[in-house]
């Protein structure tokens, strides 16, 4: 099994499930008298916490500062995460631009040379993700001058959210228990902690939503409005991070909200949240009217219209194929239309099983996964639970293409039935699947301190572990050794043709022109003379991708490749 996503180190599901294998054999075979002596243990071991627990906000601080402790404590080994995949850097031109004080920058006037992934040009230059996640990547850059403290600062939140959520639907000492596995599997270790891709707000907002449930009729009856503002926030976080999962948690909750509540509530409690909700929306369409120049036209629409050649949803029909300057784009695109064309194919039973296996491996492992098996005939509100889930899941496999982050809406969800498993187990048992999440925590950890002296460029292993294939190790280098030359520099790149895989390397800040080093994409001996003479002030490099290395050297256009215009409709046979 593959856990790089989840944990950074391969050998953490197999860790587990050797773990849980032994637990669970050892509390099977124990005797009845055992019992006797666990409930004496638990009772000394586990009255303090048990006590604590008890304690709400005592209890939601001790949540939040848990994992940002145990990540600082890696912090000599572990610094700021190198961005390598292609969505990070377009996180990070959000931040930038959001420091910078606008909502998005103008278009470069030789933008066809500054095209890449993620990112639109034109009308505007700015990412194509909703705005949440660069805002707190911007917060981050700003008052500490590095964006990665928004990334951690988020996941103390979403494990306080966490806590919250599980504790409106089972008592304290088991949501204490479901945020220490919360711990354990995917706060420290996980992408989520140590990249600016994100999943934490998202996290959060579909703990805002779930945990406020379960409170709000009786928060309405006593006219208080934070129950239903705290829902209406996690609504709002999720339209801003992952507008389409989220949809498809909070509006079932949204409705059954409603019947539940009926004509029970006030305006004075509801007050509150719908002005968040009518604020937010306002200044969503505020957003999408500066970035795009019509406020119902999101960035993420006028990126796939300018590039993808395969709709979002598998259930839309393919669409024509938009022309491409650059053929290293086209490819990467057609590469991307394997997840639809499977879907859409007698495939299908594979994809399902690809998310569902992405969902194991991130979100459960197989402790929990065990602990899900104890939910048979658990009653209408389990069956109603993992309805919602069912819901998620098959929303999730209407989308093309899939990664945890997508799921991050129902992270709380599936936590809450996690625990709600065990909950339902004998006490042996539960105690074997925590042990086994433990187990597996204890062996990573010190792992991190040890790999790092058998690994000079720790940051380049870690990068390699814990994001995908396509993550580029040698950008940040090159960016940091010219940027400390006397003068401003220019980097060309140019792939080989017919590359199978290659590495990004053109992304840019803000302000292109203002950078130190500017990234541009090569597009042929006699185009590339409008960018030379537009940098004439600079000293130019020419960076060559070859399919396994590459190479930079002084700028010459003897070396330089001529850039047909592809078309990312255009069979790969033809192009070779």
């Not at 856990?3 to 950074?8: A, N, R, T, V, Y």
């Not at 140590?194 to 959060?204: D, E, I, K, Q, R």
């Amino acid at each position: 099994m593959n856990d790089w996503l989840s944990h950074g180190l391969e050998f953490g599901t197999e860790v587990e499930l050797a773990a849980l294998v032994v637990f669970v054999a050892v509390a099977v075979l124990l005797p009845q008298s055992f019992g006797e002596r666990l409930r004496v243990w638990e009772q000394r071991v586990l009255q303090p916490f048990l006590k604590f627990a008890r304690r709400p906000i005592a209890a939601t601080v001790a949540c939040a500062v848990a994992p940002l402790v145990i990540r600082a404590s890696l912090w000599p080994l572990m610094k700021y995460p190198v961005p390598g995949a292609m969505d990070e850097y377009s996180y990070l031109l959000a931040a930038d631009t959001f420091a910078r004080g606008r909502l998005t920058n103008p278009a470069h006037p030789l933008w066809q040379f500054f095209e890449t992934f993620q990112v639109i040009q034109t009308p505007t230059y700015a990412s194509k993700y909703p705005p949440l996640q660069g805002l707190i990547l911007a917060a981050g850059q700003v008052i500490t001058g590095h964006p990665w403290w928004g990334v951690y600062a988020s996941v103390g939140v979403m494990s306080a959210a966490l806590y919250w959520a599980l504790a409106g639907w089972i008592p304290r000492r088991w949501a204490m228990l479901g945020a220490f596995v919360a711990l354990l599997q995917w706060e420290v270790l996980s992408y989520w902690m140590n990249s600016y891709w994100g999943g934490a707000l998202a996290a959060t907002g579909g703990a805002l939503v779930l945990g406020g449930f379960p409170r709000l009729r009786a928060s309405l009856r006593r006219h208080s409005p934070w129950i239903a503002l705290a829902m209406a926030a996690g609504a709002m976080i999720l339209a801003n991070t992952r507008p389409y999962e989220g949809l498809m948690i909070a509006a079932p909750l949204a409705v059954f909200a409603a019947w539940r509540v009926g004509r029970r509530f006030s305006m004075r409690a509801l007050a509150p949240a719908c002005a968040l909700i009518v604020a937010t929306g306002s200044a969503m369409l505020y957003y999408n009217w500066r970035v795009t120049g019509d406020a119902l036209l999101m960035p993420y629409v006028v990126h796939e219209r300018q590039y993808a050649i395969s709709p979002s949803f598998i259930f839309l029909p393919p669409r024509p194929a938009p022309p491409s300057r650059h053929s290293i784009m086209a490819r990467w695109w057609r590469n991307e239309r394997d997840s639809y064309d499977m879907a859409r194919s007698s495939r299908f039973p594979r994809y399902v099983l690809n998310h569902a296996y992405m969902i194991f491996i991130f979100f459960l492992g197989p402790a929990l996964l065990a602990a899900y098996f104890a939910l048979w005939r658990g009653g209408r509100i389990i069956s109603w639970l993992a309805g919602l889930l069912a819901v998620e899941f098959v929303a999730i496999n209407m989308v093309a293409g899939n990664m945890p982050h997508y799921v991050a809406p129902s992270t709380a969800l599936i936590l809450l039935l996690a625990v709600m498993g065990l909950r339902r187990m004998p006490r042996r048992l539960a105690y074997a699947i925590v042990g086994a999440c433990l187990v597996r925590a204890v062996l990573c950890l010190p792992a991190y301190y040890w790999i790092p002296a058998s690994h000079p460029d720790f940051s380049d292993y870690y990068r390699r572990c814990c994001v995908d294939n396509n993550a580029n190790f040698d950008r940040e280098n090159i960016d940091q050794r010219l940027a400390g030359l006397p003068n401003r520099q220019l980097v060309v790149v140019q792939y080989v043709p017919y590359q199978p895989r290659f590495k990004e390397y053109v992304y840019n800040g803000a302000d292109i022109d203002g950078q130190r080093v500017v990234w541009a994409r090569s597009m042929g001996q006699v185009a590339n003379l409008r960018l030379l003479d537009y940098y004439r002030d600079r000293d130019v490099w020419l960076l060559t991708m070859y399919p396994d290395h590459g190479e930079i050297h002084q700028y010459s256009t003897v070396q330089v490749f001529d850039e047909p215009l592809a078309s990312a409709s255009q069979p790969a046979s033809q192009k070779q």
